[in-house]
């Protein structure tokens, strides 16, 4: 990455020629020490430097460039500080703030289109695509801008997706669902839509809601089943504790999770808290009293704006748990499991589609704080245990694909490249089953039942959770949709408790007996 700026400083008066001499020997001091400073030893070079600088009137314009350590923009931060501090101490002069005049950034780019990055940038500057680097120009920024952290953000951004790579090891790069194992076929006993099926055999019924069900006491017993394998023989196994999170998520929260503002914003439900006042809904009240009607239209003028959301995620509260605290290395990993909580809300993309993918579901969570090498391992022995679970108790066929990364809807991902080259360099990895109703196993799309992530020090860093001697730490978590594993189960087992794996069988049948239901009209197809 290179990073190109000029721009200035405004002082509150003009320099003498005293001050001019000053401030020469200031910017040789900068550039042998001041800019150097947070770059590693031997890279130097990657750090800022002052190329150019002069004077005009109440301004000093210069011109900076820099590598990936100590940014230009951070250096012109830091040259406005050491100039308040030295010239206000020896010539009663003082900073009024600083600007940018133009502002080229260089940095590695493996995307497919700019199309995104373009309609991010907006007006406020250019870019061009050459090869694998992306070049954008911007033309005047404020201090204000700065300070908000907009280039860097726009860095990100573009630098989400791509990986460094150290010399020594070759990158290996593969788009999202690239397979990375799979279990050998097993034989079809079934070829059952499964909400269909549930369906006909009163296991579930439609709500009016898009995407929800009511599960009957059939259902309800394989979800259990399928919570307490996982809980037995993953959760339990590998020393994680339950908790019980927050499914309401206030808006303060919302605002640390960048990567679900700025990405999936469409894929929450938002919340809002009416007032305390039962008269506000009088006339609301009344026309429902006469009419029978809901008048949403009245709705409006009484609710405040959103002040909550629905959890998409299910993991946010474990990183308000410790923003803002202190933990020691030597106590960590913390590892914790949830699904007492209810559901799970998501609006989704691309449509409902039977209990595979709903707006309204059931999942567990776990999720982890520990080292970088912690996390890591965590993550893949959550994976490993899952897959033998899957293939050995609950004899279902899977695979083990590159997965959309936690800070990405699929869509966004699909256009990316993985560097797979090392398991640390995967931020996620999904386990996903075949469904056979869908069609043949090498055109069908698969379902995913658990998506296993390493967050890097994302959340880390947006929640403000330090480590008491400044080692660095990171956070994973890993969803399971307990729907969606009842689903691949009863797709590859079909409905027969008969021909189901014996351990299921004996966990399903201690839970019951189960009753269906039934009315006159329901179930249907009776």
């Not at 070829?191 to 309800?220: C, H, N």
């Amino acid at each position: 990455m290179r990073f190109r700026l000029k721009g200035y400083i405004v002082l509150s008066k003009q320099l003498d020629p005293e001050g001019v001499k000053k401030l020469s020997e200031m910017m040789g001091e900068a550039n042998r020490t001041l800019l150097v400073k947070g770059a590693p030893r031997g890279k130097e070079q990657e750090a800022a430097r002052v190329v150019s600088w002069a004077i005009d009137g109440e301004r000093i314009h210069l011109e900076l460039e820099s590598g990936r350590y100590v940014r230009a923009h951070d250096a012109l931060f830091r040259l406005k500080n050491y100039l308040g501090s030295v010239l206000g101490r020896e010539f009663r002069i003082g900073v009024r703030g600083l600007g940018v005049l133009t502002y080229e950034i260089e940095v590695p780019y493996f995307k497919d289109d700019v199309n995104e990055i373009q309609k991010l940038l907006g007006g406020m500057g250019v870019m061009e695509h050459v090869g694998e680097r992306l070049v954008v120009k911007f033309g005047e920024l404020s201090e204000e801008d700065l300070e908000a952290r907009l280039v860097d953000r726009l860095v990100k951004r573009v630098l989400e997706g791509t990986v460094e790579t150290p010399p020594e090891m070759e990158a290996k790069l593969v788009p999202f669902g690239y397979v990375l194992e799979q279990s050998k076929p097993k034989d079809i006993k079934v070829k059952v839509d499964v909400a269909s099926e549930a369906e006909r055999l009163g296991w579930i019924k439609r709500f009016p809601g898009r995407g929800q069900w009511i599960f009957t006491a059939p259902m309800v017993g394989l979800l259990k089943v399928m919570r307490d394998l996982i809980i037995e023989h993953v959760c339990k196994a590998l020393g994680f504790e339950e908790w019980m999170f927050p499914r309401l998520i206030p808006m303060s929260v919302l605002a640390k999770l960048s990567s679900y503002v700025e990405h999936l914003p469409e894929g929450m439900f938002y919340v809002c808290v009416p007032p305390r006042d039962p008269s506000a809904f009088d006339e609301y009240k009344r026309e429902y009293a006469l009419k029978r009607v809901l008048r949403r239209d009245l709705l409006k003028g009484i609710l405040g704006e959103p002040e909550y959301v629905l959890d998409a995620v299910q993991c946010p509260p474990f990183y308000q748990f410790f923003s803002g605290e202190t933990v020691r290395l030597e106590d960590l990993p913390i590892k914790v499991y949830e699904c007492m909580g209810g559901w799970t809300w998501r609006n989704e993309a691309g449509g409902v589609e039977g209990l595979a993918r709903t707006n309204e579901f059931w999942r567990m969570e776990m999720v982890y704080l520990g080292s970088p090498g912690d996390v890591v391992k965590i993550r893949d022995d959550v994976v490993s245990r899952v897959v033998e679970l899957i293939d050995r108790v609950l004899e279902l066929e899977w695979r083990i694909v590159v997965g959309a990364p936690f800070y990405l809807s699929s869509e966004e991902a699909s256009k990316r490249r993985i560097d797979i080259s090392s398991r640390e360099k995967i931020p996620t990895i999904d386990v996903e089953c075949y469904l056979p109703y869908r069609g043949e196993r090498e055109k069908a799309e698969w379902l995913e039942v658990t998506a296993a992530s390493v967050h890097y020090t994302h959340y880390v860093s947006a929640f403000k959770i330090k480590e008491v001697k400044n080692r660095e730490i990171w956070t994973g978590c890993v969803g399971h949709g307990l729907t969606r594993w009842a689903t691949a189960f009863l797709a590859q087992h079909g409905f027969n408790i008969e021909d189901w794996p014996s351990k299921v069988r004996e966990l399903y049948e201690k839970l019951g007996p189960y009753k269906v239901i039934r009315t006159l009209e329901w179930p249907p197809n009776k």
